[in-house]
């Protein structure tokens, strides 16, 4: 089946720097990519989608100079999340979609636990 | 806005059967999934309904209503490893995204 991985896995870091997240799908080529934020015990709130070689689409409330994305191959995306505060400290999960296929065919990720201290 | 209901949490004890119910809305409205996630895990696709009727995955099942704006996973013979927490999720026509579900924490108890 098909893989998506992230990395890291799990960071800390002190509020005021940059933390990059990345999110690679393994065995198959992913026109799009989804990043998601989800609280403990929450569901998945969808932060952005992004289509290769193009400017991600932000959903409404999310700030696009906090959090960064880019998309320049079919098998990477990264989530830069800038100036980190402990309000940013969450579960961040990528899901990839590949070419052609439905919207509702995505492969997720196993996540990014962030931490802002 | 596009919304789907899922009850916070069920409890049942294996080998028993459960459903749980999510409630969507209906405007533009294409399909339903479902999604299963352990904690600090990655969502799984489980199952997916477009059509009304039910669509059967080994011992889980999920079922879909548009007229009623009303679905539901059916999970048979339980085991502890099914505790976890379901969400559906919709994609609405012109939408290019998923929309997720409250979603429903399921306790499997011995």
């Known amino acids: 089946g098909a893989v998506v991985s992230q990395h890291p896995s799990r960071v800390i870091c002190k509020s005021g720097t940059s933390v990059k997240i990345e999110c690679r799908s393994l065995d198959f080529q992913a026109t799009t990519m989804f990043w998601y934020r989800q609280f403990p015990k929450k569901s998945l709130m969808l932060m952005a989608t992004s289509n290769e070689g193009s400017k991600a689409t932000y959903e409404q409330g999310v700030e696009k100079d906090k959090f960064l994305i880019n998309h320049a191959s079919l098998t990477l995306s990264t989530l830069t999340v800038t100036s980190a505060h402990p309000e940013d400290s969450s579960f961040y999960i990528c899901?990839?979609?590949?070419?052609?296929?439905?919207?509702?065919?995505?492969?997720f990720g196993p996540g990014t636990r962030l931490t802002v201290l | 806005g596009q919304s789907l209901e899922q009850p916070s949490e069920v409890t049942a004890v294996e080998g028993a059967i459960v459903q749980i119910n999510c409630t969507y809305q209906t405007s533009g409205f294409y399909g339903l999934s479902w999604y299963q996630q352990h904690d600090g895990g990655a969502p799984t696709f489980l199952s997916y309904?477009?059509?009304?009727g039910l669509e059967e995955t080994g011992r889980f099942s999920s079922f879909l209503s548009r007229s009623d704006s009303y679905g539901y996973l059916l999970l048979q013979e339980l085991q502890m490893k099914d505790s976890a927490s379901y969400f559906c999720?919709?994609?609405?026509?012109?939408?290019?995204?998923?929309?997720f579900g409250t979603g429903t924490r399921l306790l499997v108890s011995p």
């Open positions: 999720a919709a994609t609405y026509t012109g939408f290019q995204k998923l929309v």
């Open positions: 309904n477009a059509l009304d």
């Open positions: 899901s990839a979609r590949g070419q052609g296929a439905n919207y509702n065919e995505q492969f």
